[in-house]
């Protein structure tokens, strides 16, 4: 199974083996999503493929969302999508640089000492969150700093990004949780998904011959919102390998 993209791609430690090939559709869709997300900042339009012994079977365009959106709506990539790998927002990365930086570690706790930290963007489902690790700080130091830090997102993010600040002992860990606003392609992706699974579901419900009608409208429906992200395969794709 490998993965293609038409802009280049680059090392990535999940493939099976040096001909950077995966062993499984969810090990390609992770892939697939975490470099779509790496270069949805400067790339418009992605595309990706994903192919089985040297076969297209899906390819897909979009923003990054779109991309995940389009791939977790098929059983066999959606364990992979929503453990991809995404880039925490800039936004965030602003307020991390703000905090921190000016703070020293302070006190006579060692590292194994400190309490770990690390801030969870989420978004909508099936959209992978971010997690971003700030590493081990002293006990003191940790409370303020988190606390600093989410009044930080806050403010950076327009306040449209409410934080949620926990600590958890028997981990060691503070978690600063905070919602990552999306496009509006990517929150129309995330409703066609959504459609999707309702419409399959009630595909299932229905009996094919006392509600063939309705069956026909509803499959009508699911082709036009399964093919909105797909396209052709190209064959001047890059081919990870």
């Known amino acids: 199974m490998r993965v293609s993209s038409r802009a280049p791609i680059g090392y990535d430690d999940t493939c099976a083996s040096g001909e950077r090939r995966f062993l499984s559709p969810s090990a390609a869709a992770r ?8 270069l949805d900042a400067g ?8 192919a089985v012994e040297g076969h297209d079977e899906v390819c897909v365009s979009g923003t990054a969302g779109e991309i995940a959106c389009a791939l977790a709506a098929m059983a066999i990539y959606s364990a992979g999508v929503r453990t991809a790998r995404i880039p925490a927002p800039d936004y965030l990365r602003a307020a991390v640089d703000e905090v921190t930086l000016p703070i020293q570690w302070q006190g006579s706790a060692g590292v194994e000492a400190g309490v770990d930290m690390r801030v969870l963007s989420t978004r909508p489902d099936p959209l992978p969150y971010s997690t971003l690790l700030l590493g081990h700080w002293a006990p003191d130091l940790a409370h303020r700093l988190a606390h600093d830090l989410a009044r930080s997102i806050t403010e950076r993010s327009g ?14 860990r503070y978690e600063i949780t905070h919602p990552d606003p999306i496009s509006d392609a990517d929150a129309d992706a995330v409703a066609r998904y959504i459609r999707i699974t309702r419409l399959r579901a009630n595909l299932g419900a229905l009996d094919p011959v006392a509600d063939a009608d309705c069956a026909v409208g509803l499959a009508a429906e699911l082709h036009v919102l399964e093919s909105y992200s797909r396209r052709v395969p190209s064959t001047d794709d890059r081919t990870v390998r």
């Open 31 to 38: 892939f697939a999503v975490s470099h779509a997300a790496a």
């Open 43 to 50: 790339v418009p339009g992605i595309t990706v493929t994903i």
């Open 159 to 172: 306040r449209r990004s409410p934080v949620t600040v926990t600590y958890l002992p028997d981990q060691g």
